[in-house]
C-alpha cells in the first residue's frame, strides 16, 4: 500500500449504530487529519493530531470520537449519528515541519438513514 | 488569521481553451500556498505548491501557478484544458503553527465542454 488509505470506502448506518472509520498512512508522517467534505459546503477540518497527541478538536460533536493510536493510523468511533452527519469522510497526513503540504485519502461516504 | 477566497464557484471551457482559476489569500506572512484536485468520489490530489522559491510553479497535468505578492493572489492556468482536467479545485494556504493547518477555500467546479 502507498499514500494515504482509508476504509471502508462507503458506510451506510442507522441512526442507533456504531461504527468506526479507520485511516493509514504510509508516508512517515507524524500529522494526521480528519476533515468533513458536504455538498455546497467548505471542507471543515474536524481533529488534528500531531505526534499522536490531539492538537485541534473544532467543536465537533461528541457523536464523533477520534482515535490515533500510533503516528500511522488513525480512526473516527461513530455512534448515534443524525441524517446531517452524511458526507464525505477524508483523511489527511502531513509533517508538521517544511512545507506542511497534505495528502489525502480517498474518503469514506458515510450515509445516515 | 489566513483566509482564501476563490473567485468563481463553478467555471465552464472548452476543450483546448485556457483554463484560469481565481484564487486570493490573505496573510500577515509569506505564505505556503497550495492547488489541490478532487476527481468524483475521490480524495483531494496536490496538483502544485508555492514555497517561497521561484514564483512561477510549475505542477502535474500542466497545470501552473502564479504567486503574486502585489495582488495577493496565486491563480491557477493551464493553456489548453482536456476532458479529463474537469473536477473540482481547491486553493490552500497553510496557517503556521504547532499543526500546520490548511485553510481552503471554498472550491471551483470546473467543467470542460467538448
Known amino acids: 500500500e502507498t499514500g494515504v488509505t482509508q476504509t471502508p470506502r462507503h458506510l451506510v448506518m442507522g441512526m442507533t449504530n456504531k461504527k468506526s472509520l479507520k485511516c493509514e498512512q504510509h508516508l512517515g508522517h507524524n500529522a494526521m487529519y480528519w476533515y468533513k467534505q458536504s455538498a455546497k459546503k467548505p471542507l471543515e477540518l474536524m481533529f488534528v493530531?500531531?505526534?499522536?497527541?490531539?492538537?485541534e478538536n473544532n467543536s465537533v460533536p461528541s457523536r464523533f470520537s477520534p482515535e490515533c493510536p500510533n503516528s500511522s493510523h488513525l480512526f473516527l468511533h461513530l455512534h448515534t449519528l443524525q441524517p446531517e452527519d452524511s458526507a464525505l469522510y477524508l483523511c489527511a497526513s502531513s509533517q508538521t515541519s517544511g512545507t506542511s503540504e497534505q495528502y489525502f485519502g480517498p474518503g469514506t461516504r458515510l450515509t445516515v438513514t | 488569521a489566513q483566509s482564501v477566497t476563490q473567485l468563481g464557484s463553478h467555471v465552464s471551457v472548452s476543450e483546448g481553451a485556457l483554463v484560469l482559476l481565481r484564487c486570493n489569500y490573505s496573510?500577515?506572512?509569506?505564505?505556503?500556498l497550495f492547488w489541490y484536485v478532487q476527481y468524483p468520489n475521490q480524495g483531494l490530489q496536490l496538483l502544485l505548491k508555492y514555497t517561497s522559491a521561484a514564483t512561477l510553479v510549475k505542477g502535474i497535468n500542466g497545470f501552473e501557478a502564479e504567486f503574486k505578492k502585489s495582488e495577493t493572489s496565486f491563480h491557477l492556468t493551464k493553456p489548453s484544458a482536456h476532458m479529463s482536467d474537469a473536477a473540482e479545485y481547491f486553493c490552500a494556504v497553510s496557517e503556521f503553527g504547532a499543526t500546520n493547518k490548511l485553510i481552503f477555500g471554498t472550491g471551483t467546479l470546473l467543467a470542460v465542454q467538448p
Open positions: 496573510s500577515s506572512v509569506p505564505p505556503y
Open positions: 493530531y500531531s505526534l499522536e497527541e490531539r492538537v
